[in-house]
């Protein structure tokens, strides 16, 4: 049992877990979990021992430097955070992980002990993937859940998907044996990019958050982040005429597809998010 730094008497909370790497492309889930933290000013109160659950031969720990010149060792682990975002009826507990190396199982099961002190009834799981889709479009997300009120609420789709899976599809099957309510968002990365970050699939993954909470989550740099993410790209195709080629034919696709995007319930949820975001900045 992981103990707890404090017991915080949380109100109706909802964890959003994130973990670093083969289901992080581009760092954009995990960068998700980064910006709420900061964002909403979360406290700590939990931390995986990684004696158990990682090769420090892979992830290493890290020497810093202090203010005052102090050296500092910070081994890698997960940690629990918890918050309240301004103007929200619940509590947010953020879960920013990294893939552990051995005993996933126990992991999960050291998790879900902290997601039950913590009174957590529903996980939000994101992830990010390598696909064939251009930089210059909206990043494609998808998602799934086990609630049917969410389910119908947020327009998902059931998951039919098969093959390799990582802790994200790992920890998302313990939550939903355990008996939580579920969702799980996942955001396409341009494979020809994948040197994180990527902040424009950071967006696309806040939006179903946002979502999710129904509420407004402040952006702060981030959309001048993807922007400038973007026209770095455009500037690297341009100098290759082959990857410049190989965008455009990514955009006829992507164009002339089926998009979810364009179908009349996805352009009611932007608007609905444009009107909750500015009435929170009035």
């Known amino acids: 049992m992981i103990p707890l730094h404090d017991s915080p008497d949380l109100v109706d909370p909802i964890m959003i877990a994130a973990f670093e790497g083969w289901n992080d492309a581009g760092e954009a889930a995990s960068g998700v979990v980064d910006h709420l933290m900061q964002t ?4 700590t109160v939990a931390a995986v021992d990684p004696e158990e659950f990682y090769d420090f ?10 203010s005052e ?25 953020l879960l920013r992980g990294i893939e552990p190396n051995m005993r996933w199982r126990k992991f999960c099961a050291d998790l879900l002990d902290i997601a039950g002190e913590l009174d957590v009834q529903v996980v939000v ?18 998602g799934t859940s086990s609630d049917p009120e969410l389910t119908n609420r947020l327009s998902l789709e059931q ?22 309510h579920t969702v799980s968002c996942w955001a396409a990365v341009p494979h020809y990019v994948a040197q994180p970050p990527c902040p424009k699939a950071t967006l696309a993954l806040l939006a179903r958050v946002e ?3 129904q509420i407004a989550v402040p952006l702060g740099d981030l959309p001048e982040q993807a922007r400038a993410w973007e026209r ?31 179908k009349g319930d996805a352009i009611a949820r932007e608007f609905e998010r444009y009107l909750r975001r500015r009435d929170s900045t009035d």
Do not use: K, M
Not at 159 to 180: K, M, N, W
């Open 57 to 66: 031969q892979v992830n290493r720990p890290v020497i810093t430097i202090g």
């Open 211 to 213: 979502e999710v909470l």
């Open 125 to 142: 799981s994101l992830g990010a993937l390598l696909a064939d889709t251009p930089h210059t479009r909206p990043i494609p997300t998808t």
């Open 40 to 43: 909403w000013d979360s406290t």
């Open 232 to 262: 770095g790209v455009d500037e690297l195709s341009r100098e290759d005429s082959d990857v410049a080629e190989y965008v455009r034919s990514l955009e006829q696709s992507r164009d002339t597809a089926d998009l979810p995007e364009a």
């Open 159 to 180: 998951s039919r998907y098969e093959g390799p899976t990582g802790i994200v599809g790992v920890f998302h099957d313990a939550c939903r044996r355990q008996g939580l």
């Open 69 to 93: 010149g102090e050296r500092e060792l910070t081994w890698p682990t997960s940690r629990v955070a918890v918050c309240r975002p301004p103007g929200a009826d619940r509590d947010v507990v």
